[in-house]
């Protein structure tokens, strides 16, 4: 474990505190304390979390809890230790705050670089039976706490981040989906891009479509996944508008057969339509042709 001490906390001493806890009680905020090496710490047995929405994770002394938005969690600490608030790596830390700055010394300090670059927050109490709340700030949420002095302390409290990690996996899953070929066994020599695409020019407007004779493909700007996607209609020859079925992969629709005209259409009111058009259909349509 490493070993670590504030040199202004541990130069303060308990008859430091003593005086402090002599003068006003409460403060709104909290001037931080630079801090660096350590003296041993006991590892003591850790009591738990307040309203945090979860249970926790002990290792050695310290807990882990689930971060969630309004939740208070509750740290232990006791006279003559230091209790470390870890927060997460490459967060920037922005302002702390304590209902009594009297009785209380708070620091900050970092950890690691880069990417790693860690904020501890150092919490030490004047005496044993002191209550109040911490508040800290930074550039990605306000972690609430409440501070009790007294009996066994947790020598570090420290976060998962549920919410991040869904953004992440979801991030990795898109990163797949769009590296993943869009068909397989397409013969690329058999690749016809003769069609146009015609109408109005909304986001969603595709790009090409081309078919390999017995499917077609319609790729779309990337952006189409952040937002509502046209169905998609084939044209029939006596003009009807036929919804037809298709697969979504990546940002392409993948149609399991081949049309002459379709239409992509999404709106009520005032309804946008794309109209993609084989070329042959269109050459045949100027000759007179059916």
Do not use: C
Request: net charge positive; glycine share 8%; charged share 20%.
């Amino acid at each position: 474990m490493k070993r670590l001490m504030i040199p202004a906390l541990a130069a303060l001493g308990l008859s430091a505190f003593q005086a402090q806890a002599a003068g006003p009680g409460s403060g709104a905020s909290q001037a931080r304390v630079p801090a660096s090496r350590a003296a041993p710490v006991q590892p003591a047995v850790p009591s738990g979390a307040l309203r945090a929405g979860a249970s926790s994770v002990r290792r050695d002394s310290g807990e882990v809890h689930p971060w969630w938005d309004g939740a208070v969690y509750r740290l232990d600490t006791a006279p003559g230790r230091v209790s470390d608030i870890i927060l997460q790596a490459g967060e920037t830390l922005i302002s702390v705050a304590t209902g009594d700055t009297a009785r209380w010394v708070i620091g900050d300090t970092t950890s690691g670089a880069g990417a790693a670059r860690r904020t501890h927050i150092l919490v030490k109490p004047a005496g044993a039976g002191l209550r109040t709340n911490l508040v800290i700030a930074t550039d990605r949420r306000v972690y609430r706490l409440d501070l009790a002095s007294g009996g066994q302390a947790m020598t570090s409290i420290a976060w998962t981040y549920p919410r991040d990690e869904l953004l992440a996996l979801r991030r990795r899953s898109a990163a797949l989906a769009s590296a993943a070929p869009v068909a397989a066994g397409v013969a690329v020599d058999r690749l016809n891009f003769n069609y146009s695409i015609k109408g109005d020019s909304p986001s969603w407007r595709p790009l090409r479509a081309f078919d390999d004779g017995t499917q077609v493909f319609i790729e779309f700007p990337p952006a189409i996944a952040a937002g509502e996607a046209p169905p998609l209609f084939v044209i029939a020859s006596s003009g009807k508008a036929e919804l037809v079925n298709y697969r979504v992969r990546g940002h392409y629709y993948v149609v399991d057969r081949l049309f002459p005209v379709a239409e992509l259409r999404l709106g009520e009111k005032r309804q946008q339509v794309v109209r993609i058009i084989r070329s042959d259909r269109e050459d045949r349509h100027r000759r007179g042709r059916p």
